[in-house]
Nanobody, 124 residues
């Protein structure tokens, strides 16, 4: 399976962006789909994850109340909806998939397949 992340861009603080992660080659079935972000000089940071069957959903504390994660069966895609963006949200955002257990879902090393990343820049 290959992942294609898209939807990044430049937005003013307080604005909204939606990112999508589309799978090709096979469906997301049986996977959890995660979003991570990385800023220059920082480690890759967990943002959100959602199981394709909908049973599991986790959001990082830093984005709770502002970001939501959803899935679209017809498009075989997972979306990250980002509201009330701040300059601290500026990063390259990556989607990735895993079959790991719940306790490891925030660990990027447990995700085996990654998309190419999409840049999100929030201006103040």
């Amino acid at each position: 399976v290959q992942l294609q992340a898209s939807g990044g861009g430049l937005v003013q603080a307080g604005g909204f962006l939606g990112l999508s992660c589309a799978a090709s080659g096979q469906t997301f079935s049986s996977y959890k789909v995660g979003w991570f972000r990385q800023s220059p000089g920082k480690e890759r940071e967990f943002v959100a994850t959602k199981s394709w069957n909908g049973g599991t959903e986790i959001l990082a504390d830093s984005v709770k109340g502002r970001f939501t994660i959803s899935r679209d069966y017809a498009r075989n895609s997972v979306f990250l909806h980002m509201n009330s963006l701040t300059p601290e949200d500026t990063a390259v955002y990556f989607c990735a998939i895993t079959r790991t257990v719940y306790s490891s879902l925030k660990d990027p090393t447990k995700y085996g397949i990654w998309g190419q990343g999409t840049q999100v820049t929030v201006s103040s």
